[in-house]
Nanobody
Framework: QVHLVQSGGGSVQAGGSLRLSCVPS????????TGWFRQAPGKEREFVAA????????SYANFVKGRFTTSRDTAKNTAYLQMDSLKPEDTGAYYC???????????????????WGQGTQVTVSS
């Protein structure tokens, strides 16, 4: 069964940076849009960023624009979320997801994705 394996994350002080990685276990990201979501304790999972299957279009939630960058390395079959200028409110569990041929209008809804990572904790202290 395909699943996404995440790495990265951890604890950092406000203003610091972290990079999350996401690798599929038994497939390639070809024809898959990749998305990132996060969930803080007591809150619903929310959209963070997504990259089109072709890699030419990207979308970010307003609260991370200018601070986070999502990308994909085709040769390494890995998706990334680079997080800079982190704030305490960025604290939460972060999840990567992949959706086959997922169009931009569907990126923000978690139910539209086919595969998910196990989640990784990001903690930002003030």
């Amino acid at each position: 069964q395909v699943h996404l394996v995440q790495s990265g994350g951890g604890s950092v002080q406000a203003g610091g940076s972290l990079r999350l990685s996401c690798v599929p276990s038994d497939m390639t990201f070809t024809n898959y849009a990749t998305g990132w979501f996060r969930q803080a304790p007591g809150k619903e999972r929310e959209f963070v960023a997504a990259l089109s299957w072709g890699g030419g279009t990207v979308s970010y939630a307003n609260f991370v624009k200018g601070r986070f960058t999502t990308s994909r390395d085709t040769a390494k079959n890995t998706a990334y979320l680079q997080m800079d200028s982190l704030k305490p409110e960025d604290t939460g569990a972060y999840y990567c997801a992949a959706g086959r041929n997922l169009i931009a209008g569907a990126w923000t809804h978690a139910t539209n994705y086919d595969y998910w990572g196990q989640g990784t904790q990001v903690t930002v202290s003030s």
